[in-house]
């Protein structure tokens, strides 16, 4: 079973920068793919960003495409997500997620993922 752990989240401005990290433990794979999903106040869980194994291949959300860059270092079993120039409606819950071991080039389904962690509050203020 693999343990994800969340940091990173805060409070800043709009236009403004965060780094959320990942660390993982337990029963990792780096061949699985890892994504980043978050969840709003009273709406569904939604993808965000994810990474193949390798991280030869990135897939991004329409909504923070050219301002969030993921990324992985798999000898350090982690995963980063740089958010820049975050807006409002940003403004979240940010849930690292390690995908099943068959998930295979399918990185944006949340369905494709099966280890999650606790999550970490990003709030953007206007």
């Known amino acids: 079973q693999v343990q994800l752990v969340e940091s990173g989240g805060g409070l800043v401005q709009a236009g403004g920068s965060l780094r959320l990290s990942c660390a993982a433990s337990g029963r990792t794979f780096s061949s699985n793919n890892r994504g980043w999903f978050r969840q709003a106040p009273g709406k569904e869980r939604e993808f965000v960003a994810a990474?193949?194994?390798?991280?030869?291949?990135?897939s991004y959300a329409e909504s923070v495409k050219g301002r969030f860059t993921i990324s992985r270092d798999n000898a350090k079993k982690t995963l980063d997500l740089q958010m820049n120039t975050l807006k409002p409606e940003d403004t979240a819950v940010y849930y690292c997620?390690?995908?099943?071991?068959?998930?295979?080039?399918?990185?944006?389904?949340?369905?494709?993922?099966?280890?999650w962690g606790q999550g970490t509050q990003v709030t953007v203020s206007s």
């Open positions: 997620a390690a995908s099943r071991s068959d998930a295979g080039s399918d990185l944006n389904r949340r369905e494709m993922y099966n280890a």
């Open positions: 990474i193949n194994w390798s991280g030869s291949r990135t």
